[in-house]
């Protein structure tokens, strides 16, 4: 016998807008959905009472994640996101408040004792303080690790770099030093040439020609007699190869006509008949 459950197979976001509204009342700024889902924003200073209200008379019972924003233009340049999920209602919503780098946000591991861990998090990518946060230590980063990195003005290379140092048996820290220039790539197709002119392309600020340019005579081409005459003339002439060398003198004969080469041919032919054993006279020998 099948047993149903009684949380609704799809996500019911009608009416909820205006039910959370009511109940949060002057602790919501404001709340729009989104992507099928309803997302609430809270004043920093009542987040753990909006929160408490939400899981206690709303059975938003569990908190999936705790997620960071930075816009570095706004004066609070931080937001910190609260996913909520109500396994009954089969609900989820997003609840969050904003804050600077010394504005403290109220801790909710009151309320959820897995928040500790999200807190820290938040803490070590984006530098956001938690008040009530009694370990708030970093967790992803190493040891002495300075900055957050998922700050936009964190610079993409860090600060320090790390190696294993073979002299002092340890793992060194030490600034960033670049080799070369920090470089740049592009994407574009080669088969449809780059937007900019490439460096050293001496080519690249020559304007096309619209008509090209011909000859009107002979003369400007540089052909003529004169011109054929000079052709003509030999580039080895004068040469002490070319003085010494007889012309009048008949070509070599070829080797192969030669009668001491033929007799010497044939005689290597006949002792190689000579001396290739008879089929009587191999004997057989006993192992």
Known sequence: ??????????????????????????????????????????????????????????????????????????????????????????????????????????????????????????????????????????????YGFEGHPFRKDFPLTGYHELRYSEDEKRVVYEPVELAQDLRQFDFMSPWEGADYVLPGDEKADIPPVDEPTTTESPKQTGAGAKTDKHAAEKVSAGAPAEEESDKDAPPPDPTEDREDRAKRKGKTTDTAKATQPKKGDIKETDA
């Open 1 to 142: 016998m099948a047993v149903l459950h009684p949380a609704p197979r799809f996500t019911l976001i009608e009416g909820l807008k205006s039910t959370l509204t009511d109940t949060l009342g002057d602790w919501l700024i404001e709340a729009h959905e989104e992507h099928g889902e309803l997302l609430l924003t809270v004043k920093r200073d009542n987040i753990e009472d909006a929160l408490r209200t939400l899981r206690d008379n709303h059975n938003y019972q569990q908190l999936m994640e705790i997620a960071g924003v930075d816009y570095p233009s706004r004066a609070e340049r931080f937001e910190v996101v609260y996913m909520l999920l109500s396994v009954t209602k089969n609900s989820r919503i997003m609840v969050k408040c904003s804050a600077s780098e010394d504005t403290p946000v109220p801790t909710v591991t009151t309320l959820w004792p897995n928040a500790g861990w999200l807190e820290r998090e938040v803490f070590d990518m984006y530098g956001v303080l938690f008040a009530g946060n009694t370990d708030l230590r970093r967790i992803l980063t190493d």
